[in-house]
């Protein structure tokens, strides 16, 4: 599982180390940008709060994570990028691993200052065009993520589960630090 604020770099690392595990990339984000596509339910109830760089309501996030991680293909485990991403989801992710007899391997948490995070971001907004990451909606997802998704950080510190590793270099480096990380917890 990856942890850190948005613009870390979570979903460039995670598709490597999914590559690595031969295991899928789920990564929460995406799946919701998917349903905001495809015009579905949980895009339409999803959409008001992305954009404003809340987080989704939790329940919505429950039916859309336990669809992914019963799936065939995430049998051997999976890469789990942006969620949870508060204490309830944390739970939840707890109960749904525990009725699939499965476990939380590793989190990674790439840690970065907010100075390279707003550039990083800024970059991407030029690039990839996504609605949140608007100036105001940044500031209010670092909002969100220092109120409720950091506090995780301490959580799975206490599980002793977390790997630490410097996010701020280039992502050559971050990779390579990911890998050694990964390799020295396993
Ligand atoms: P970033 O980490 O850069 O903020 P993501 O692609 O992970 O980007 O998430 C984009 C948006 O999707 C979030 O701002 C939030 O609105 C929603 N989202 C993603 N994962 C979750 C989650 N676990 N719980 C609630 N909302 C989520």
């Given at each position: 599982m990856f942890l850190g604020p948005?613009?870390?770099?979570k979903g460039t690392q995670a598709v490597t180390m999914a590559g690595d595990l031969g295991m899928p990339h789920v990564s929460t984000g995406d799946l919701l940008r998917r349903a905001l596509r495809e015009g579905t339910e949980v895009g339409i109830r999803a959409k008001s709060f992305m954009d404003a760089g809340d987080l989704v309501p939790d329940e919505v996030l429950l039916d859309l994570v336990r669809g992914r991680l019963t799936s065939d293909d995430a049998a051997g485990g999976c890469v789990l990028?942006?969620?949870?991403?508060?204490l309830a989801q944390a739970e939840s992710l707890d109960e749904m691993l525990r009725e699939l007899g499965a476990g939380i391997v590793g989190v990674l948490n790439l840690s970065v200052s907010e100075e390279t995070l707003v550039g990083r971001i800024a970059g991407r907004r030029s690039d990839?065009?996504?609605?949140?990451?608007?100036a105001e909606t940044v500031r209010n997802r670092m909002r969100v993520y220092e109120e409720q998704t950091a506090p995780l950080v301490v959580h799975y510190r206490s599980r002793g589960l977390l790997l630490d590793v410097d996010?701020?270099?280039?992502v050559e480096e971050v990779r390579a630090a990911v890998r050694s990380a990964v390799a020295a917890a396993s």
């Open positions: 948005p613009g870390a770099g990028d942006g969620y949870p991403r508060n990839e065009s996504r609605v949140d990451d608007a996010g701020e270099p280039g």
